[in-house]
């Protein structure tokens, strides 16, 4: 017997797209009550929010493993999220809200989990449950996460290569002499 019903109504479509406005409007809703997106910057930072840092400062040693030898990597990391904060503040207004929401995605407990597979703190998560978020989100099926991967990786690796101690590492004498 052949089946005649469509894989995907358009009833069905309609209640999967309200669904999805409805939880965004929520997750939004609940990211403005808690005071994520308007959150001043932190302490010595320009563009980066207290909420921001904790992401960040997991994922950075993650991202620079093998660029860094492990007895440097609490400095560079410092050291890339002030590279990393200069070069988000010369960010357009609507990219440096992009950049925002997407640290709001991964810092939000109710979005954090459920994307990331990182259910407790920032702060607690082991290494391994990291690079598994990290690989997932690059091998996603959804553009959306491996375009969040890309730009999680760029915007930590420009900020950690544009800092002179990275250069030795990789070969680079530096910027010629004018």
Known sequence: MINTERPFSRRSLLRVSLFGSAALAGAGLIGSLSGCSAEHSAAGFV????????????????????????SSMPSAVQGTLTSLDEGLAHLTPAVSKQVSQLFDLLSLPL???????????????????????????????????????????????MAWYGRPE???HCGYPGPPVI
């Open 47 to 70: 563009q980066l929010r207290e909420s921001d840092l904790p992401v960040l400062r997991r994922l950075t040693p993650i991202i620079l493993k093998g660029a860094v030898p492990a």
């Open 111 to 157: 979005t954090r989990g459920p994307l990331t597979g990182v259910w407790g703190a920032w702060e607690q998560a082991h290494d391994g449950e990291i690079q598994a978020f990290l690989q997932r989100w690059e091998n996603s099926p959804i553009a959306l996460l491996r375009q969040g991967h890309a730009s999680l990786q760029q915007m930590i690796l």
């Open 166 to 168: 990275s250069w030795r």
